[in-house]
């Protein structure tokens, strides 16, 4: 019984690892300050957005000139530098990743 259960155990953990997996890779969320998280950054996404898939809640506004707001995200030596106007991503750029 206990042998059953805890192979039930480890088969559901397998599961839940590979539903997170496909998620992230459709969603992008929690991919990190990586190349992979800067690459799947596009055109309109939200800074919500930008916060869930760089994994940082919230980066450092640095800049605001009318529409246009500019956000820093750091971690060590690597960085991504996002511009969003009215709300909507416009531009990126990264170093270090």
């Known amino acids: 019984m206990a042998a059953a259960h805890r192979q039930w155990r480890e088969a559901r953990e397998r599961v ?3 539903a997170e997996a496909k998620e992230k890779r459709e969603t992008g969320y929690g991919l990190g300050m990586t190349m992979e ?3 799947f950054l596009k055109d309109g996404m939200s800074k919500l957005e930008v916060d869930l898939i760089l994994d940082h809640d919230g980066g450092e ?3 605001q000139h009318g ?3 500019i956000y820093h995200w750091h971690e060590g030596f690597k960085g991504v530098h996002c511009t969003f106007r009215n709300g909507g991503l416009i531009s990126k750029a990264q ?3």
Do not use: I, K, M, T
Request: charged share 15%.
């Open 16 to 18: 839940q690892r590979l």
């Open 37 to 39: 998280g800067y690459l």
């Open 61 to 63: 506004q640095v800049a």
């Open 67 to 69: 529409n246009l707001e």
């Open 95 to 97: 170093f270090g990743l």
